[in-house]
């Protein structure tokens, strides 16, 4: 068993598409503004300023910024309560922690909806740490990299028995620069011609629980 597991949220352990989607149209409506593309899961992954930008077309710095107010307000309060668990995530987790796992978050989420996500579903006991890209107060992370690193430094975290969880290929980038193993999870996000350079896949998560056991894939 792998003692301690990082994960990524969105696209790992949950499915936010719904939410975001709804936040972008409840901020659409709140400005009047018109969609520009289609409200879709491509816009699932862009900084904020740059999906909202993608989405409506709009330049104004002031615009911009009350769009994404009103899409933080809305999703913070609201909206978060529309992310899904992915099928099998929530047995996956409670057999991680059943068996002694410590578990970790460690997410480009802000803090705020990432808790409120992991207390809606009831996950709170499972994570010994929940990292997002706000934590710290006044600065960011610079990266999911440097991320992972503060989170390995402050939770006591070794790389001997470590290992992060992610569904897009900058999660291996992280995990690669952390040295850390990576188990890449093909039902997110991430979109891939080849999976032949990633050491560990899983395609759904009975299978990522047979990795994180010590199984093989």
């Not at 809305?74 to 668990?85: I, L, P, Q, T």
């Not at 929940?130 to 991320?147: C, E, L, W």
């Amino acid at each position: 068993m792998t003692r301690q597991i990082l994960f990524d949220l969105d696209g790992t352990l949950i499915d936010s598409s719904r939410s975001i989607l709804e936040g972008f149209a409840a901020a659409l409506t709140e400005h009047g503004a018109s969609a520009r593309i289609a409200l879709d899961r491509h816009l699932i992954g862009p900084p904020l300023p740059e999906a909202l930008r993608l989405l409506t077309g709009e330049s104004d710095s002031n615009r911009l910024a009350a769009l994404a107010k009103t899409f933080t307000d809305y999703y913070d309060n609201e909206g978060f309560k529309a992310s899904d668990a992915y099928a099998g995530a929530s047995e996956m987790l409670e057999a991680l922690h059943g068996d002694g796992a410590q578990m970790h978050i460690a997410t480009n989420k802000r803090l705020l909806p990432t808790e409120r996500i992991i207390e809606w579903l009831g996950w709170g006991r499972y994570f010994k740490s929940v990292y997002a890209i706000d934590k710290r107060p006044g600065a960011r992370f610079a990266s999911k990299a440097h991320m992972i690193e503060q989170l390995m430094a402050a939770e006591g975290v070794t790389r001997a028995d470590a290992v992060y969880v992610g569904d897009r290929d900058e999660d291996r980038v992280a995990a690669t620069a952390n040295a850390l193993p990576f188990v890449l999870v093909t039902w997110g996000y991430g979109e891939y011609d080849d999976l032949s350079g990633y050491p560990m896949v899983a395609r759904d998560p009975d299978q990522l629980l047979m990795c994180l056991s010590g199984n093989a894939l």
